[in-house]
């Protein structure tokens, strides 16, 4: 047995195993708990079998794409090469299906955690966030499954030399990481268009014109709304934090290889990443197993204790590791394994620091969400101006966050050492999904109270976690904006790797121009996802004043709306126009590429990322900041409920629902799916213009 490269794969398939077995506890956990009310049971089923319904209608169209991209990955590559086609179907597959159980049970948690709430805050907790929980480590456990068994079974198919791990292992790998990245892009686009024409709709229709509660059992979108936090917040965010776990595996393998050491140590270094995931998802599971709140304590205060928890003993778990990786040995010019331990203190530090400021500047009685509180007494149209303020300066420190972390691991390790920092960051993902999937499920759990009558006590306890969620939410955003910039570095330094190239001149026309090309395509992108839920949101509008106006006794409740139609809107609309969005994403490094070269391509990555990321930290922090804003009105300030302050700070919140759920979030894929397409095509590349 060859421990360099069995143990390693062994530790890896091992904590893939432990993360579904804890997912699949969690999941048992939840079903045992009892839902009770027939009418909660009944208007849960109507979200949770509208949700699949979603999902299967989206994976049927997504499939003939699968099979296409697969005969192009067979037909464009040579060798060996052409086992890419295989791992790009198992990788879209395993995407595919993180979603699907992560979903799945969060339409079950719902129920139960309206249940739950009858008894206390804490019990609501425990039920909504095991739901999260299911999420989280599902995404660990399916990918570090996938990549190790793909290891697994190209390296006895294809040898143990590091020339084959070059030339052969990992780029066959890298066709898994592509497969990931399309299905996420295609989740995360189709969920946030669903769920924001929904939003819209009832927003816009039933609280500002009709003038009725969110979430009232009159309103025909309410559903559609329900359905649309599940494909959106849960499925959408499972596959983009998968996917993005994906990537970063496989660039950090890649640049193992291009680092500067003995073949044993490069093949160690190759292994290293599974082995720090696998001990990732130990520490996020005894995290998860801390989140506990006292009745009347703070829900976040749970949360963050959980999550620190997790960051703590994942990098003191890492030090071992690295010491049995290396030993003495060094790399890269004298890097050793306790620069490398810095390194992944370096990423979990930055995780943590911008899941601070995210908190911060979208946080409900935090000032900058005040200040917009404020302005809305005065407007919509100062509502707008101070949030877009807000959203603007917050991109100023994540981004200075993300250079610093950047910079401290390339001096520690040069390019593997950011690969490690982005590993590292990446380390507890388990919980960080976990503490991001919690949101809709509390959210979905109001809803449900709302529309089953239940006792007012429910609804204030299914709130407290609601507002919570809105801000887990958007620090989930900003922890996936982060590992999405860093995974974005390391890919594009794979892409040098991969085409043999170790300078770009920045004056070079080429470059200048890709620059340019890459630094429009993030807006380009964001217009076509905003536009398509303007679309879909007017589309739900007519439909939902429609059902008012047609439907004798909707108004006094004597009538039941049609709440099939509105979801069959959403899901119609979403399938439809999430096409062009995605084939922008998957077709623009191609075509930079193959029109204008190697050197091009490289500015064109480098653009896409630099804007991409400010512009996606925007987005997400200006939607999250005008929601809490709302919830802090609606909780009494500014003239609570029914108030102008109130209809402003509703046009604010619609206006930011696809900025945050939708484009924004969207942006974190993009960014990463154009590395990861660059890196694929690279072989071909290198063919193409005699490299």
Not at 213 to 224: F, G, L, Q, V, W
Not at 606 to 620: D, E, H, N, P
Not at 636 to 656: E, I, P, R
């Amino acid at each position: 047995m060859d421990l360099d490269i069995e143990l390693p794969l062994a530790i890896g398939l091992c904590g893939g195993i432990f993360a579904i077995i804890f997912a699949i506890f969690k999941s048992r956990w939840i079903m045992r708990q009892e839902v009770g009310d027939e009418k909660l049971r009944k208007i849960g089923g109507y979200v949770a079998n509208g949700a699949m319904a979603f999902l299967f209608r989206e994976y049927k169209v997504l499939v003939p794409f699968v099979i296409v991209a697969g005969c192009l990955l067979l037909l464009g590559n040579k060798g060996v090469l052409k086992w890419e086609a295989v791992t790009f179907a198992f990788g879209a597959t395993c995407s595919a299906l993180s979603g699907f159980f992560g979903m799945k049970i969060a339409t079950q948690a719902n129920m139960r955690t309206t249940t739950a709430a009858r008894t206390g805050l804490n019990e609501a907790l425990k039920v909504s966030f095991a739901g999260g929980s299911v999420m989280g480590m599902s995404v660990v456990g399916l990918a570090l499954c996938g990549i190790t068994g793909i290891m697994f079974a190209t390296i006895h198919f294809f040898g143990r030399d590091p020339v084959n791990f070059d030339h052969e292992i990992l780029p066959i790998l890298s066709g898994f990481a592509l497969g990931a990245s399309c299905i996420a892009l295609f989740a995360r686009v189709g969920g946030g268009i669903y769920t924001k024409a929904a939003d819209v709709g009832a927003d816009l229709v039933g609280k500002v014109e009709a003038g009725i509660p969110e979430d009232d059992p009159r309103n025909p979108a309410t559903i559609a709304d329900n359905v649309g936090d599940n494909v959106g917040d849960v499925a959408g965010m499972g596959a983009d934090l998968y996917e993005s776990f994906v990537a970063s595996v496989m660039g950090c393998m890649i640049l193992a290889m291009a680092a500067d050491a003995e073949d044993v140590i490069k093949i160690r270094l190759v292994l290293l990443p599974l082995v720090l995931a696998a001990a990732g998802a130990v520490a996020s599971a005894i995290g998860i197993q801390m989140v506990k709140v006292k009745e009347g304590g703070s829900p976040q205060g749970a949360l963050n204790k959980g999550s620190y928890i997790a960051s703590a003993l994942a990098a003191l778990f890492s030090y071992p590791i690295f010491r049995g990786c290396l030993g003495d040995h060094t790399f890269n010019n004298g890097a050793n394994a306790t620069q490398l331990f810095l390194c992944t203190v370096v990423g979990v530090g930055a995780g943590t620091i911008i899941g601070m400021l995210t908190e911060y500047f979208t946080g409900t009685h935090k000032t900058p969400v005040n200040a917009i509180v404020k302005a809305c007494e005065t407007g919509a149209a100062t509502t707008l101006i101070t949030g877009m303020g807000v959203g603007m300066i917050s991109t100023a420190l994540p981004v200075m966050t993300m250079g610093a972390a950047v910079l401290l691991s390339y001096n520690q390790a040069g390019l593997f050492g950011v690969a490690i920092a982005t590993v590292g960051l990446q380390l507890t993902l388990g919980i960080q999904l976990a503490v991001d999937a919690f949101g809709p499920v509390a959210d979905n759990a109001g809803g449900l109270a709302e529309m089953s009558e239940m006792p007012p006590h429910v609804r204030a306890t299914t709130d407290k976690l609601d507002a919570v969620g809105n801000t887990t939410a958007a620090i989930g955003k900003g922890f996936a904006i982060c590992s999405a910039a860093l995974t974005s570095v390391i890919l594009f330094s794979a892409f040098k790797a991969e085409v043999g190239i170790d300078t770009i001149e920045i004056t070079d026309p080429k470059v200048l121009v890709g620059l340019l090309l890459g630094g429009m395509v993030p807006y380009l992108f964001s217009s076509m996802c905003m536009m398509s839920v303007g679309r879909a949101a007017f589309a739900m509008v007519e439909e939902v004043r429609r059902q008012f106006r047609t439907i004798p006794g909707l108004m006094k409740g004597t009538a039941e709306p049609d709440y099939s139609r509105c979801v069959d809107i959403s899901t119609s609309a979403a399938l439809r126009e999430m096409i062009l969005p995605g084939l922008l994403a998957i077709l623009s490094p191609v075509a930079v590429g193959f029109l204008g070269g190697v050197q091009m391509l490289m500015g064109f990555l480098t653009g896409v990322t630099a804007s991409g990321v400010s512009l996606a930290i925007f987005m997400s922090n200006t939607g999250g900041a005008w929601d809490n804003a709302k919830k802090t009105i609606e909780s009494g300030v500014g003239g609570g409920k029914g108030s102008d302050a109130h209809k402003a700070s509703v046009v604010g919140d619609t206006v930011g629902d696809p900025f945050k759920d939708t484009a924004g979030p969207s942006l974190n894929i993009l960014i990463k799916l154009m590395g990861v397409m660059s890196v694929v095509i690279a072989p071909m590349l290198k063919l193409f213009w005699g490299l």
